[in-house]
């Protein structure tokens, strides 16, 4: 690691919502580093030198399906190109809902997002940040979850607070998802995103709970959209449903769609 670079978990005392069950977390590398199982959800910290440093701050989520984490892929390998632009870079590596330790599966995900974003703020002075110019960037499945976050930022997640920390807004200041899955619509869904966070079988009431485009208002932060017409796993109109409903509400969006 460089010189700098921490890792830092998020819920150091004990994790909410899951119970001890000896489960481990698994690594595993052929073309990318993939990590499934994580019981212990960390933020690794990367910071730019100082002289270059804007202030501005970006969370990042990797995809996977909300199976696993593609951790280098969309995960570390951006927080470096982020430094080289000046920008603080956050890699969360969060829980996801197919580990049986976990008691209530979905809301593991949004749990690990809203703590990562609070401790951010919370450390903002001391890492260079300054704490209005958090953002939050998410790939595939990550894009679920970090537009989840910046639509429900203010659900409870948790039934009580465990530090001063989960007071701490968790609203992203913006957001930029890269070919997000958003929409649970059967027409429209990656299903392993959809099956693994809320089961095949979910009510409608759920299935529009996590379809994101359904909760965007006009206080969702500003949007960064990013997708190819030729997605064969995500197809192309989840980007498209949370555009239309962006600029519905009159949040400034900026999408760049390619073949």
Same mark, same amino acid.
């Given at each position: 690691?460089?010189?700098?670079?921490?890792?830092?978990?998020?819920?150091?005392?004990?994790?909410?919502?899951?119970?001890?069950?000896?489960?481990?977390?698994?690594?595993?590398?052929?073309?990318?580093?993939?990590?499934?199982?994580?019981?212990?959800?960390?933020?690794?910290?990367?910071?730019?030198?100082?002289?270059?440093?804007?202030?501005?701050?970006?969370?990042?989520?990797?995809?996977?399906?909300?199976?696993?984490?593609?951790?280098?892929?969309?995960?570390?390998?951006?927080?470096?190109?982020?430094?080289?632009?000046?920008?603080?870079?956050?890699?969360?590596?969060?829980?996801?809902?197919?580990?049986?330790?976990?008691?209530?599966?979905?809301?593991?995900? !949004?749990?690990?997002?809203?703590?990562? /974003?609070? #401790? +951010?703020?919370?450390? =903002?002075?001391?890492?260079? *940040? %300054?704490?209005?110019?958090?953002?939050?960037?998410?790939?595939?499945?990550?894009?679920?979850?970090?537009?989840?976050?910046?639509?429900?930022?203010?659900?409870?997640?948790?039934?009580?607070?465990?530090?001063?920390?989960?007071?701490?807004?968790?609203?992203?200041?913006?957001?930029?998802?890269?070919?997000?899955?958003?929409?649970?619509?059967?027409?429209?869904?990656?299903?392993?995103?959809?099956?693994? !966070?809320?089961?095949?079988?979910?009510? /409608?009431? #759920? +299935?529009?709970?996590? =379809?994101?485009?359904?909760? *965007? %208002?006009?206080?969702?932060?500003?949007?960064?959209?990013?997708?190819?017409?030729?997605?064969?796993?995500?197809?192309?109109?989840?980007?498209?449903?949370?555009?239309?409903?962006?600029?519905?509400?009159?949040?400034?969006?900026?999408?760049?769609?390619?073949?």
């Amino acid at each position: 690691q460089a010189i700098g670079q921490k890792t830092i978990f998020l819920w150091p005392e004990k994790v909410p919502n899951q119970r001890e069950i000896n489960e481990k977390e698994i690594q595993f590398e052929n073309d990318i580093l993939k990590i499934s199982n994580v019981q212990n959800p960390t933020l690794e910290i990367y910071l730019p030198a100082k002289s270059i440093r804007t202030g501005k701050a970006v969370i990042i989520f990797p995809g996977g399906g909300y199976q696993f984490l593609a951790y280098d892929w969309e995960g570390t390998d951006f927080a470096k190109a982020l430094n080289a632009k000046g920008i603080a870079a956050f890699v969360l590596k969060y829980r996801l809902p197919n580990s049986k330790s976990i008691i209530d599966p979905k809301w593991a995900p !949004l749990q690990d997002a809203q703590r990562a /974003i609070r #401790l +951010v703020r919370a450390h =903002s002075k001391k890492w260079g *940040v %300054n704490s209005n110019q958090i953002g939050v960037m998410g790939f595939s499945a990550g894009g679920h979850l970090a537009s989840t976050l910046g639509t429900l930022y203010s659900e409870k997640t948790l039934k009580n607070y465990l530090d001063s920390i989960d007071e701490i807004n968790a609203r992203p200041d913006f957001m930029a998802l890269i070919y997000p899955v958003i929409s649970f619509d059967k027409k429209y869904y990656h299903g392993g995103s959809k099956n693994n !966070l809320i089961g095949p079988d979910s009510s /409608i009431e #759920l +299935v529009k709970k996590f =379809s994101t485009n359904l909760n *965007v %208002n006009a206080d969702t932060p500003p949007t960064f959209l990013l997708h190819t017409a030729d997605d064969l796993a995500v197809p192309v109109h989840n980007s498209l449903l949370f555009y239309e409903a962006l600029i519905k509400n009159k949040v400034p969006a900026e999408m760049h769609l390619f073949p």
